[in-house]
């Protein structure tokens, strides 16, 4: 099992350029997440999804749209970056919402934005 | 809203001593605790957790308990090692926000030999 992946690891843009952040898992979990995570502020939440087809938005979801064709991918896309987006980006899946449930993380993407 | 408080750091030891990080919650219903650890340059895995009142946590040396009086959830560790340096995140998650995370903003802890 590779368990949650992400690419790329590391993406440097420019202002104003489109991206698209790859997040695939292959324990058939249903919820999945997408964090950033800025110096001093711990993780926050951009999105989320509780299963294929359903999607909410988090905390912090301005700049960032997400999709979940299929329970194994869900991707993160910036349709204009600014250098506010600038942060490591980690995707997260659970077995279901329940408040018990342990969350696995991906190995994270680091994204500059100049 | 519910949200995690935790000290600052960074936290520096020396190897052999006691560890404490404080983390203080607040949460409406029953919350989940949880413990995650980050070592440098990769992501975040779970190092503990205690889904009640009262609960211990603990794994590969390291506990915690979850205090409903105080609302609090401390790390602590007898003994830590260089290889305990990263930071160490506290996060809650109860039923009413369909299961997602809070987390408080990170404690780095170095360990010196």
């Known amino acids: 099992n590779a368990g949650v992946t992400q690419t790329p690891k590391f993406q440097v843009l420019k202002t104003g350029q489109s991206m698209t952040l790859q997040c695939a898992q292959d324990m058939n979990h249903e919820y999945m997440s997408w964090y950033r995570q800025d110096p001093g502020m711990g993780l926050r939440l951009i999105h989320y999804?509780?299963?294929?087809?359903?999607?909410d938005q988090g905390e912090v979801p301005n700049g960032y749209n997400v999709s979940r064709s299929t329970t194994e991918d869900f991707p993160l896309r910036l349709l204009s970056a600014a250098p506010s987006q600038t942060s490591v980006y980690f995707c997260?899946?659970?077995?279901?919402?329940?408040?018990?449930?342990?969350?696995?993380f991906g190995p994270g993407t680091r994204l500059t934005v100049l | 809203g519910d949200s995690v408080t935790q000290m600052e750091g960074p936290v520096t030891l020396s190897e052999e001593a006691f560890l404490t990080i404080n983390c203080t919650y607040t949460a409406t219903g029953y919350p989940s605790l949880f413990w995650y650890v980050q070592y440098p340059g990769e992501g975040l895995q779970l190092l503990l957790k205690a889904t009640k009142a009262d609960d211990k946590g603990s794994n590969k040396g390291f506990e915690a308990t979850y205090r409903k009086e105080t609302t609090s959830f401390h790390l602590e560790k007898g003994s830590v090692q260089v290889s305990d340096s990263a930071v160490y995140f506290c996060?809650?998650?109860?039923?009413?926000?369909?299961?997602?995370?809070?987390f408080g903003q990170g404690t780095t802890l170095q360990v010196k030999p």
């Open positions: 999804s509780v299963g294929a087809g359903i999607t």
């Open positions: 996060a809650l998650s109860t039923s009413s926000n369909t299961g997602k995370l809070i």
């Open positions: 997260a899946t659970r077995t279901s919402g329940g408040r018990t449930d342990t969350q696995y």
